[in-house]
């Protein structure tokens, strides 16, 4: 699978963006997918998980309630809304396809090129 994401870029503190990821290949609809973040001199960073369906989803602590994740199977497309946007979540985002049973880095792979959010505040 590669991974394509887009849709960064620079937000005021408050506001919205929504992040895209499209994959390549046949097998997207098998697989659970996830976003992580690094930002400048952080570790990467898990920010969310969804199943295979969409049906089940999951979140770090920091971005529950302000981010939510969603795929369309159909579109082969991965999403994250991001709402009520704040400077600490100033990072590069990063899709990836789950191939562990964890929520560490290590668990997935196939990871996207990145996508740049900025957060003014």
């Known amino acids: 699978v590669q991974l394509q994401a887009s849709g960064g870029g620079l937000v005021q503190a408050g506001g919205s963006l929504r992040l895209s990821c499209v994959a390549s290949?046949?097998?997207?609809?098998?697989?659970?997918m996830a976003w992580f973040r690094q930002g400048p001199g952080k570790e990467r960073e898990f920010v969310g998980a969804?199943?295979?369906?969409?049906?089940?989803?999951y979140y770090t602590n920091s971005v529950k309630g302000r981010f939510t994740i969603s795929r369309d199977n159909a579109k082969n497309t991965l999403y994250l809304q991001m709402d009520s946007l704040k400077p600490e979540d100033t990072a590069v985002y990063f899709c990836?396809?789950?191939?562990?049973?964890?929520?560490?880095?290590?668990?997935?792979?196939?990871w996207g090129q990145g996508t740049q959010v900025t957060v003014s505040s």
């Open positions: 290949g046949t097998t997207f609809k098998t697989y659970g």
């Open positions: 990836a396809v789950r191939y562990g049973i964890g929520s560490r880095a290590v668990d997935f792979g196939s």
């Open positions: 969804i199943n295979p369906s969409g049906e089940s989803s």
